[in-house]
Every structure is written in structure tokens, then in C-alpha cells.
């Protein structure tokens, strides 16, 4: 006969299992969490940010197939297998799109390839640059299932190294935003009085500033670049966590657990880490995933304006940046899909957290 839990935590999973937006939307989450982290393991273009550029077959449609030349790499690498799986393939071999070659003696005669119905320019190369002395292993023909990008990079591969900075930036702020909002709210909450007025006033400063201007501003302070985004994005987050923290915290504090606590000595830290905060966890989870979805859409506002990521990383928002006037081009899918990827991915975060707060809701 099997055991059923009966705890909070227990009944509450049962309610969020109930959900079926709700588990097919963490399923999703998770889905793309281990895509971002496999992410040049999955894509076929295994290079530092996917940034192997090939201009002369840039913007082509999805399921394009072109024969592709791999020249092997004369460089030395000191990467280990674990660095190229996170970090990608610094060293990675020279790819060239070609439409012919032939093999002559000891050198490897191709034609380049050339859009719009032009003839490519023939090279030659000594077949000594290729083990063996035969060039015919590293001719493949390759399909871009997305197509390219302007600079003639894979959009799969740049899609799927992109989810990194989408799905990362969304931990690393609701990180910092926890860490700072429940220590700021905690402090008012349950001191109150000067306290909760200069933390509250802090807040309300805080508040005041719109979040977008405030982003830019950090950013500009502490600099462009990739961690400075995920700082940015986590000094402006915190304050919505505080305000609930605090008010959850004057709603329970006069509890009898918490004056027991008193009455036994505990220290105020133990009472508000060990009592307190356990037992008003549900909104914060709740208001959390809301966050990440924020903090994905802050993010690529930013690379769109252009002091987000900065090139080459790869990001959803700079790929919209770079290709919106595509849309009345003819060639709208290199906007649409990272604006897919953006809108699934927010979207499944909000689902998980209506799901969260009619699971944690103690009133149904």
C-alpha cells in the first residue's frame, strides 16, 4: 500500500501535476535549460558563438543545402573536451561553400560558390592540408535547416547557442533579486518602524525609476558585456520581492510560532531564517517565475537596442536587431523565429507560475 504525503509541499505538487499548461510548460523550461547547456554539442556549427560566416550564401531560406569544403585546422589547440563542450571550438577548421571541385595530382581545384546565379571564383589548394592527401572525407553537403543569417551563419546553430543568454540572464537576476529583496524586505518587515521607513523609501526611489531607463542606466555604469546585463537586469528585480517579503512578514509576525521563538531566546536572524521565511515562501516562488520572464524580455530589449550581449555572442534580441527590416524584405522568418523563442519561452515561464500560485493557494 503506498504512503501519501499529506504535507503542504506534497498536496501542492499534487495540485501543479493537475495542471496540464502548467507541467507541459516546466517540461519545456527544462527542455530548453538542457539545450542551453548542450548547446555545441547540438549545433551543427560547433564554433565559439557559432560565428562560422560564409557571405557568400547569406539569407537563404530554410533547408537550403549547399556543398560545403572543410579545410582542417593548423592550429594547435589546448582545449579540453569539457571547454568545447561550454564554451565552443576556438581552433574550429575553415569551412568554404563550394558548387564543384576535382582532385588533380596533389592539389584540390574548387569552384566557390556564388549566388544569384554567378559563376564562382576556382582556387586551388595543395591536397597536402588534408590527412591523407584526400580532400574527398571533408565534402559534405550541409543543410541549414533555418537557413542563414546576413553574415551567412547557421540560424539553428545561433538559435541554440542563443537560449543560453535568454535562459541564463533569467537565474542570474531572480538570483540577485531573491538574495537582495528578501534581505531588504526582511529587515523592514520585521523591524519596522525607522528601518521599514528608510528601506520603503529606498523602494519607492527604486519604483519610481522606469525599469528599461534604470537597466540602461547600470549598464552604462558598469559597462557592456554579457555579466554586466545579468547584474543590470538583477538591481532592478529586487524590489518586487522585497514588497512582498515585507508584507508577508508584518501579516505573520505577531503569529504564536514566532512569539514562541521570542520567548525561547532565539536571535532575530534564527527567527526570521529558521520560522519565518519558510513558511512564506509560496509568493515569492510565485512572483520568481514571473521575474524570469521579465528578466528574458528586459534582456532582449537591451541586445536590441544594442548594449546587451555584444557581438559575436549570440542572443534572441540581437538577432531580431539585425534583421527586423528582413520582415518587408521577403525574408521576415530571420526576425520571426528568435521572436518565437522569445514568446514560447516567456510565455512557458508564466504558465509555470500560474500553475505555482493555484497550487500554493491554500484556499482551494
Given amino acids: 500500500m503506498s504512503k501519501t504525503t499529506n504535507s503542504l509541499t506534497g498536496l501542492a505538487l499534487r495540485k501543479f501535476k493537475k495542471n496540464l499548461w502548467g507541467v507541459f510548460s516546466f517540461a519545456f523550461i527544462l527542455l530548453v535549460g538542457l539545450v542551453s547547456v548542450l548547446a555545441y554539442v547540438i549545433a551543427p556549427d560547433d564554433s565559439q558563438y557559432a560565428n562560422q560566416m560564409h557571405l557568400s550564401i547569406h539569407s537563404k531560406a530554410p533547408g537550403f543545402t549547399v556543398k560545403m569544403l572543410r579545410i582542417p585546422s593548423t592550429i594547435e589547440s589546448d582545449q579540453s573536451a569539457l571547454n568545447m563542450v561550454f564554451f ?22 574548387y569552384t566557390e560558390y556564388a549566388s544569384d546565379g554567378l559563376e564562382g571564383i576556382s582556387k586551388q589548394i595543395p591536397l597536402s592540408m588534408f590527412p591523407n592527401d584526400d580532400a574527398g572525407p571533408f565534402i559534405k553537403d550541409q543543410k541549414f535547416l533555418f537557413g542563414t543569417d546576413k553574415y551567412g551563419r547557421d540560424l539553428l546553430s545561433r538559435i541554440l547557442v542563443g537560449a543560453r543568454i535568454s535562459f541564463f540572464i533569467g537565474f542570474v537576476a531572480v538570483f540577485i533579486s531573491l538574495v537582495i529583496g528578501i534581505l531588504m524586505g526582511s529587515l523592514a518587515g520585521y523591524f519596522g518602524g525607522k528601518v521599514d521607513a528608510v528601506i520603503m523609501w529606498i523602494i519607492n526611489v527604486t519604483w519610481s525609476i522606469p525599469t528599461l531607463l534604470l537597466v540602461i542606466a547600470i549598464t552604462l555604469a558598469l559597462g557592456k558585456g554579457f555579466w554586466q546585463v545579468f547584474i543590470a537586469v538583477g538591481l532592478t528585480m529586487w524590489v518586487e520581492v522585497a ?6 512578514i508584518i501579516s505573520v509576525k505577531e503569529e504564536q510560532y514566532v512569539t514562541a521563538a521570542r520567548a525561547l531566546g532565539f536571535s532575530d536572524s534564527r527567527i526570521i531564517l529558521k520560522h519565518i521565511l519558510p513558511n512564506i515562501m509560496a509568493p515569492v516562488i510565485v512572483i520568481s517565475a514571473a521575474n524570469f520572464a521579465a528578466a528574458i524580455l528586459i534582456e532582449s530589449g537591451l541586445s536590441f537596442l544594442g548594449i546587451g550581449a555584444q557581438p559575436p555572442m549570440a542572443s534572441w534580441g540581437a538577432m531580431i536587431k539585425d534583421h527586423y527590416n528582413y520582415i518587408i524584405l521577403g525574408k521576415p522568418y530571420l526576425a520571426i523565429i528568435p521572436g518565437l523563442c522569445i514568446m514560447s519561452l516567456v510565455m512557458a515561464f508564466m504558465l509555470v507560475g500560474n500553475g505555482l500560485r493555484d497550487a500554493l493557494d491554500v484556499k482551494t
Fill in 243 to 248: 514588497r512582498v517579503v515585507r508584507g508577508q
Fill in 88 to 109: 565552443g571550438n576556438r581552433t574550429g577548421d575553415a569551412e568554404i561553400p563550394i558548387t564543384d571541385f576535382k582532385q588533380t595530382g596533389d592539389t584540390l581545384e
